[in-house]
């Protein structure tokens, strides 16, 4: 076998996970996005840079903001998961590299001086932690419903700040009642992997 990781693990993360439409009224527990996070920072981002920025909406006050913001077909959706959390990319990752690649603290000015390299930097590698972000919430035995439908500059003004830039916003709970939309197909390996 090609794999060493558990066919049981190889199909909660990847084979029987699906996107959550539904969920049931469960809570998420700070104890399970304390131990998702403590999982998923080991995500790989250039420089060590670990861009992603989690902003979680617990209050019913702070759901109706956003659901207001959420493209026609997510609202039913986020109005009713356990938990919700909009990812976003700090712009200003480059304040912490001192700390983060220690070995090289110079590099904050030698290549992130420009906002503009920081943004494009930011915007890949916090979706890198995005993805390591659901492989986590499926690792912790919940359900992640994904979704980029949003009004990105509302969102990023009722929750964040110039600085930070809304890339998804994830559903999270126990999977409810009709929560999976039929699988859709998948490239075969030859439409993928090229070898030259």
Avoid: C
């Avoid at 060590?48 to 956003?66: D, I």
Wanted: charge should be negative; charged fraction near 20%.
């Amino acid at each position: 076998m090609a794999l060493v990781l558990d066919p049981t693990a190889q199909d909660l993360l990847f084979r029987e996970a699906r996107t959550a439409n539904t969920f049931t009224d469960e809570p998420v527990t700070e104890e399970q996005v304390q131990a998702i996070y403590d999982l998923i920072k080991y995500a790989p981002t250039a420089f060590n840079q670990s861009p992603l920025r989690v902003v979680l909406v617990r209050s019913p006050e702070a759901r109706e903001r956003l659901v207001q913001h959420m493209a026609e077909g997510n609202q039913a959706k986020t109005s009713t998961a356990p938990l919700v959390a909009i990812l976003a990319a700090d712009n200003e990752f480059h304040e912490e590299l001192p700390a983060l690649f220690p070995h090289f603290p110079q590099a904050k000015d030698v290549f992130f001086s420009e906002r503009a390299v920081r943004e494009q930097a930011a915007g890949l590698n916090a979706s890198l932690q995005a993805g390591y972000f659901i492989l986590g919430i499926r690792a912790a035995g919940l359900a992640a419903g994904p979704m980029t439908g949003f009004d990105a500059a509302g969102v990023q003004k009722e929750f964040l700040d110039e600085d930070h830039t809304p890339l998804v916003v994830i559903n999270i709970g126990k999977p409810g009642e009709d929560a999976w939309f039929p699988r859709g197909p998948r490239l075969d390996y030859d439409q993928v992997i090229t070898t030259v």
